[in-house]
């Protein structure tokens, strides 16, 4: 047990340093701090923007929903991949280009922002989501690292989260969103070796495909069914809301300030290419990893109940490690989930930050040190939504992630087409989606479509009403 936890230990001082090294580059203004100057690499970007948009919810999230449903989860991964890539291809270029000539740092001021003029009412109620809702994502990262601690310690939920909020502190102080971008890159390496490592020790462990097929159809048939039984919508319906899931990464404002710090609009080509290489490789490996868990481990689900841990099935990756791995492999995988998590968790929480001091009180804006004090109440909040929030890591990300796709995605997508647009319909737009992804959460239909397919649907059929009723002569 030393060598693994020497290990763990050591892989995260390394991972840390590699944030901390940003401070040599860092200028102190709120653009570094924000968008690091708009000077990242391509590479960078991709690294980057696939680390933290697959932390938590690929290494805790996902895995134990493939654990629970089996097969079923690739559509979940096809059906993303394919809504990202549309974003990549027609929106991401639009949004550098925009946000470059307009010298505009954060999502909430790229939406309420038309012919250089900016609608404050539409920037504070974005800027008011992108917190309450970003908030709610930083703290299911803290809940997935503390679902790493508690397996390879033993520690209570709680000491993990309360680890992680200290260490996003620590690298946030020392770069802003320059030193997440690199810390991020370091940790994209560790993730894709970790998740491959455990696959081809599961592969040896159960044998291929045929071999764990059979596995799983023993335990449960419906594990190898390719989709779920009694659909309320039918399968389209059941596809579809999970290629809006990826249409939503528009509206996912930790994600799309990488893209506000890009060089260039010309690097985003190369940068989608490195993407999609890294993010296709991780789903899949991540998917492997689900079900060869529940081959090695069928009754992870009868575990005992653990305070601050909803799903017991979130403790499949970690203790697959255990089981699978050497004990410094242990430690090194185990350092490589926590850092990611927390790294995720910061650069959620520096654009939280930023939203704060930029849009809701502007007269901060320019103040480096209100971006650091922001950064430190919103992690407070963050730790605190993780320590009392009774959802697990997967439905906290969902919730976060449905609310701010729905929201403020189709209006930014309006805005990057130019596209008319009042404030009061936006406005409407964002209040609609959010009550309708919320009614949805409590329908008990978000198994069969998810609640970001209604909830975008909502917005952009305020927008038909409003457009056909102002623009269409017959009902001038």
């Keep these: 047990m030393s060598e693994t936890i020497w290990s763990f230990i050591i892989v995260m001082i390394l991972l840390t340093m ?3 090294m940003a401070m040599v580059r860092k200028r102190k203004t ?6 690091a100057s708009r000077k ?5 970007t991709a690294l980057s923007t696939v680390a933290t948009n697959n932390s938590g919810f690929m290494f805790i999230g996902m895995i134990a929903y493939t654990y629970r449903f089996g097969y079923e989860s690739v559509w979940l991964m096809l059906g993303w991949i394919l809504g990202d890539l549309i974003v990549w291809i027609f929106i991401h270029p639009r949004v550098r280009r ?12 790229l939406i309420g922002t038309e012919n250089n003029s900016v609608n404050r009412l539409i920037v504070v109620s974005a800027g008011l989501i992108t917190i309450v809702f970003l908030g709610i994502y930083a703290a299911a990262q803290l809940k997935a690292g503390s679902t790493a601690l508690h397996a ?17 502190i620590v690298y946030s102080f020392a770069g802003g969103i320059r030193a997440d971008i690199w810390t991020d890159a ?12 455990i696959l081809i020790a599961g592969f040896f462990k159960v044998g291929g495909l045929s071999a764990l097929t059979a596995n799983l159809g023993a335990q449960d048939p419906a594990l190898v069914s390719w989709f779920p039984q009694e659909l309320q919508f039918g399968v389209f319906a059941f596809i579809t809301g999970y290629i809006f899931a990826g249409l939503g990464t528009i509206g996912q404002p930790h994600l799309m300030t990488r893209l506000l710090a890009i060089k260039s609009v010309d690097a985003i080509k190369r940068a989608r290419i490195y993407y999609f290489i ?13 079900l060869y868990c529940r081959a090695i481990i069928p009754d992870l689900a009868n575990l005992p109940s653990v305070a601050g841990l909803k799903e017991p099935t979130e403790l499949a990756l970690p203790v697959l490690t255990m089981q699978l791995l050497p004990g410094i492999f242990v430690g090194v995988a ?23 001091t930029q849009e809701i009180f502007p007269r901060w804006k320019d103040s480096y040190l209100a971006s650091k004090l922001g950064t430190f109440a919103i992690t407070t909040t963050a730790l605190a939504i993780a320590l009392f929030a009774h959802e697990g890591v997967f439905g906290l990300v969902l919730i976060a992630w449905s609310a701010m796709g729905a929201s403020l995605g189709p209006v930014l997508v309006l805005r990057m087409f130019y596209l008319p647009l009042t404030a009061p319909v936006a406005l409407a737009m964002m209040a609609v989606a959010i009550i309708t992804a919320t009614l949805w959460h409590f329908s008990g239909y978000d198994d069969d479509l998810l609640k970001i397919f209604p909830a975008t649907i909502a917005a952009l059929l305020i927008y038909l009403c409003w457009y056909v009723m102002n623009h269409v002569k017959l009902f001038k």
């Design 334 to 356: 185990l350092a490589g989930l926590f850092a990611a998590t927390v790294s995720t968790a910061d650069s959620q929480i520096i654009v939280c930050s930023g939203t704060l």
């Design 152 to 168: 390879l310690f033993g520690w209570e939920m709680y000491v993990g989260a309360l680890i992680g909020a200290f260490i996003v």
């Design 40 to 44: 990242v690499n391509p590479w960078l």
């Design 186 to 197: 370091a940790q994209s390496f560790a993730m894709i070796i970790t998740m491959l490592a």
């Design 278 to 290: 890294w993010y296709i490789i991780f789903f899949a490996a991540s998917i492997g990893v689900g």
């Design 18 to 20: 590699s944030g901390t």
């Design 30 to 35: 709120p653009e570094d701090y924000l968008v």
């Design 98 to 109: 925009i946000s470059g000539n307009a010298n505009i740092n954060t999502l909430p001021l």
